[in-house]
């Protein structure tokens, strides 16, 4: 529910605060006081758009913060208009967008105004009240629904890609075959082009690598004064001596090392020397390989691994081009079963949607006949739609009458907006109880009605307050009597700028508001016993 809401330099508001309280929160006051602009103000703070226009003249922005308690969490809402035009939002203390407000002011209110009534008039909005009338049968059937309409979405779109390049696979038919054709034949491997490289590099200076060889190992292990016959003297020297301490204990041990290190080194230079050869044509034929490689890599990848992985994906398209009356008959009977099993999923769901409408209608309709729309007919309409779409093969229509012999007629045809506001608030009371948003806002809902019928309203108000907070702007007395909470709005003015204020009427205070608004400008003796008698009916 709300608790607070502060604004500032907001229209003609100049500093303002208002604690709204549980049940219903009556809200009265002089024609142009500026009772809307509060209602204007809440809706801002609730996600509305925003405009430079709405900043106090002369004020540099306008502030409006809203606290709200959701399942227990208190949370608060701040907006902040610029003269200039810039627009910040905030939760909580932290800057978010005016998507994350709408999403959280959707937990928090309804806001409903006489000439604010298009969701009641919306087609989806009506389809969605009945979807959630029954609600425990419904929502099942709706996500079953919804996983069908995913599923035939994704068939038909792999059918309809699939024949949308029927021609243009026909042309590739024969290019496609020539490059698997030509990669094929070149039978090249990952990081070939790499070795190729390394060998040529051997190949080009074979001669002095050989030599360098040669001579390398004949210094190491030649037929006499070689390096490793001179280090097996020394190793057995000091093997002599290495028991006489640690030190020469420790530098045989280390000399000893050193020397297999080398016999082994030297064990390697001899295997490349005797597996080192080179074959006459042999750099030819590398350099000729390396070239036929690097021209695969420019027409296909920039690497042999991207090649390869080229082939992989056109010989896959290939396949399936080959294949294509194959495939195109398995997708398309994959289509055909997903659109059965979403028509049969759509099927159900209207049936449940047809009971809900017409259990809704007849609640909608009593509360109707009490709301003084004592000859109204209402019919909930469920039709098929031309086509299908992602809220199902349905289209939902609100008919009625509000006079005998009349035929139905759509509501956005037959109601004025008082009468939609009085049709909204029958919907309310009967959705109310599952209804999940706390606090339903109602401005001027008593256009266009008085007397009895807007007594009638007044206890409907008063009624569905007792499972929602209910904020209601009115200026009928017979409405202002059923508020657990008053508030009256009344603007001054000085030389230079006019303000609106907003205070909380005790008991007292209450009787005077109610008694001016039946008697206008003049509070007598008499509009203060009626306006008690209407408090004490109420």
């Not at 929502?139 to 068939?155: G, M, R």
């Not at 001899?270 to 070239?291: C, K, Q, Y």
Request: proline share 2%; aromatic share 6%.
């Amino acid at each position: 529910m709300i608790d607070h809401i502060s604004i500032n330099n907001f229209a003609i508001i100049e500093n303002t605060e208002i604690d709204f309280e549980k049940g219903l929160n009556v809200i009265t006051g002089e024609t142009g006081a500026g009772k809307s602009i509060v209602i204007e103000a809440v809706s801002l703070a609730l996600g509305s758009r925003a405009d430079s226009s709405f900043v106090r003249t002369g004020a540099g922005k306008a502030v409006i913060q809203l606290a709200a308690t959701i399942d227990g969490a208190d949370h608060v809402i701040t907006r902040e208009i610029s003269a200039g035009g810039k627009n910040l939002c905030r939760i909580d203390g932290q800057l978010a967008t005016l998507g994350e407000v709408s999403a959280l002011a959707r937990k928090i209110a309804d806001i409903h105004g006489q000439y604010d009534n298009q969701t009641l008039l919306d087609p989806l909005s009506q389809l969605d009240l009945v979807d959630k009338y029954h609600m425990s049968s419904i929502a099942p059937l709706k996500a079953e629904f919804t996983k069908c309409y995913e599923s035939y979405k994704v068939a038909k779109a792999k059918l309809n890609d699939l024949l949308s390049r029927e021609t243009e696979n026909k042309r590739k038919l024969d290019f496609y075959k020539y490059e698997v054709e030509e990669i094929d034949k070149a039978d090249m491997k990952v990081n070939e082009d790499e070795e190729l490289t390394d060998r040529i590099s051997v190949l080009q200076n074979s001669e002095k690598i050989f030599d360098a060889i040669e001579t390398a190992y004949t210094l190491l292990d030649g037929d006499e004064g070689n390096i490793l016959s001179l280090m097996a003297l020394a190793q057995q020297s000091l093997e002599s001596i290495q028991d006489y301490s640690r030190d020469l204990t420790e530098i045989g041990s280390g000399f000893n090392d050193l020397y297999y290190n080398l016999q082994d080194m030297t064990k390697a230079i001899s295997d490349v020397r005797d597996s080192t050869s080179f074959t006459p044509g042999e750099l030819d034929n590398a350099i000729a390989r390396l070239d036929t490689i690097e021209k695969l890599k420019k027409k296909y990848g920039q690497t042999t691994e991207d090649v390869l992985a080229y082939r992989d994906r056109i010989a896959a398209e290939l396949t399936q081009i080959e294949n294509f009356d194959e495939i195109k008959g398995e997708l398309g009977s994959e289509c055909h079963n997903a659109l059965s099993a979403l028509r049969s999923a759509s099927t159900e769901l209207s049936n449940a949607r047809k009971v809900s409408a017409e259990e809704l209608s007849n609640a909608i309709e009593t509360e109707l006949h009490d709301l003084n729309f004592d000859d109204a007919h209402l019919v909930i309409q469920i039709k098929p739609a031309p086509a299908i779409s992602s809220d199902g093969g349905d289209l939902c229509e609100i008919m009625m009458t509000t006079n005998k012999g009349e035929p139905l007629k759509p509501l956005a045809k037959i109601a004025s907006g008082g009468e939609i506001s009085r049709i909204m608030l029958a919907i309310k009371n009967v959705t109310g109880t599952y209804d999940k948003v706390p606090t339903m806002i109602f401005d001027e809902i008593d256009a266009g009605i008085s007397g009895v019928t807007a007594s009638i309203v007044g206890r409907k108000l008063k009624q569905i307050s007792g499972d929602h907070q209910i904020i209601c702007i009115t200026h009928l007395p017979q409405i202002a009597a059923t508020g657990n909470t008053n508030y009256r709005i009344y603007k001054d003015s000085d030389e230079s700028n006019t303000y609106t204020h907003v205070e909380k009427l005790d008991t007292h205070e209450k009787v005077l508001e109610i008694a001016r608004l039946l008697g206008g400008d003049r509070v007598t003796e008499t509009t203060i016993k009626s306006a008690e008698e209407l408090i004490e009916r109420s």
